[in-house]
Structure formats: structure tokens, C-alpha cells
């Protein structure tokens, strides 16, 4: 029953390191999509200078290969839907964060404020103990 404040302490103490860790999977996780996303950018960067050259050189021999200015069309157009899923990803992965972050957060004032309320000060010379004490270690004042 004395270590009942100091438990709760703990039990803040490892929460916070739990939110910590959420933090920066949540931050490991996004780079490594923005990354991706990157990657996808540059591809289709090279996708449309291949079609420019493409187009050119079929207007240039007067026949024009549909068949593969489609595959390339499509390509490009796949990679964009990607990166669209990928983007939204990382929002969710943003909005997850926040909620986990404003629940810890708002269950640390309270685990806080319960800590606080269970601190026991000494009247004389206002030294706080966590557990009940006869004595104040400090100046002697008789507590309990
Ligand atoms: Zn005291």
C-alpha cells in the first residue's frame, strides 16, 4: 500500500517510453514511404522523357507506335495511382500518431496529477514524500 504512488510513477515512466517508441516506428515508417514515393517520382520522370524521344522519333518516321505509347502511358499511370496510395499511407500513419499521442498525452495528466495528489508535504517546511511518513527527513516536523 506505501508504494502505491511510486507504482504509478513507474507506470508513467514506461508509458512515455512506449509513446517514444510508437514515435519513431511511426517516423521510420513515413521515411521509408517518402522514399518510395521518390524512387516512383524519378521512374516516372524517366517513363515520360523515354515517351517524349518516342513520340518524336515515330513523327519523325511518319508511323506512329501506338501499342507502345500505351504501355508506357500505362506504366506512368500505375506508378501515379501508387504514389497516391503510398501519400495516403502516410497521412493515416499521421493521423494514428496523433490520436495514440493525444491519448498518452491526456493519460499522463491525469497519472500526473493522481501523483500529485498522493504526495505527502511536510507543513513546516514543505518537503514532499511519495509514501506516508511519521517524520519529515528533513527538519523533523512529526507528519502522521
Ligand atoms: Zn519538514
Redesign the pocket.
Known sequence: MANEPVNKLQSAVTRTTAAIGIKTSVFMESAKIKTHISTLKKEIDTLISELGTMVYTSWENDELVMEQINIHCEQIKAKYINIEELTQEIEKLETQEKEVFGKKKAEESVNAANVAATQYV??????TYQSPVKF??????K?S
Open positions: 511536510c507543513s513546516s517546511c514543505n518537503t519529515c527527513g528533513k527538519c523533523g516536523t507528519m
